[in-house]
T-cell receptor
Framework: AQSVTQPDIHITVSEGASLELRCNYS??????LFWYVQSPGQGLQLLLK??????LVQGIKGFEAEFKRSQSSFNLRKPSVHWSDAAEYFC??????????FGKGTSLLVTP | DAGVTQSPTHLIKTRGQQVTLRCSPK?????VSWYQQALGQGPQFIFQ???????QRGNFPDRFSGHQFPNYSSELNVNALLLGDSALYLC??????????FGPGTRLTVL
């Protein structure tokens, strides 16, 4: 069965510092991978997705993620974090676009 | 272009009652999926509707049922509410198996 692990429950970074959020997946075939962001009390906004092709994926708001099959990882990165990036981040895997299987999320706190 | 909309925004019910949540998909989308997000957790897949049929279902009891209308909008019904059903219910729409886009959610509180 497919699953997603986000090892970090909370991460704190200083504004302007770089960010990397980790995501590991378990799936037999080539996965469809996603990163979503959720502000408090809100729905989920898609940051980026990987279906196939180039393993470095660019998303909105300056985010990027790299698919590494050998490590079963799809880590999210941003070179310089802004205070408005504080939110909950979810990694998800899907089988052919049907059900999304989400990780438990990583809460990002940005300090001045 | 309107995105995914959900109603109501908030809802308070008591144990044993029934509730209906509604979702209108993004324009051009024909598939609706429902997720339950408990506090501090990631969303859990409930089911997905396409062409007015339930295409896939997650690990939820039969108390959870749904419907999709010819205009692609959808309802989620929960019978015999339990305290544990308190959660944020998220609707997502897509074009068949393409990327899912989420609505703002309905916050259900069961007392």
């Amino acid at each position: 069965a497919q699953s997603v692990t986000q090892p970090d429950i909370h991460i704190t970074v200083s504004e302007g510092a770089s960010l990397e959020l980790r995501c590991n997946y378990s799936y037999g075939a080539t996965p469809y991978l996603f990163w979503y962001v959720q502000s408090p009390g809100q729905g989920l906004q898609l940051l980026l997705k990987y279906f196939s092709g180039d393993t470095l994926v660019q998303g909105i708001k300056g985010f990027e993620a790299e698919f590494k099959r050998s490590q079963s990882s799809f880590n999210l990165r941003k070179p310089s974090v802004h205070w408005s990036d504080a939110a909950e981040y979810f990694c998800a895997v899907a089988n052919s676009g049907y059900a999304l299987n989400f990780g438990k999320g990583t809460s990002l706190l940005v300090t001045p | 272009d309107a995105g995914v909309t959900q109603s109501p925004t908030h809802l308070i019910k008591t144990r044993g009652q029934q509730v209906t949540l509604r979702c209108s998909p993004k324009s051009g989308h024909d598939t609706v999926s429902w997720y339950q997000q408990a506090l501090g957790q990631g969303p859990q897949f409930i089911f997905q509707y396409y062409e007015e049929e339930e295409r896939q279902r997650g690990n939820f009891p039969d108390r959870f049922s749904g419907h999709q209308f010819p205009n692609y909008s959808s309802e989620l019904n929960v019978n015999a509410l339990l305290l544990g059903d308190s959660a944020l219910y998220l609707c997502a729409s897509s074009s068949y198996t393409d990327t899912q886009y989420f609505g703002p959610g309905t916050r259900l509180t069961v007392l």
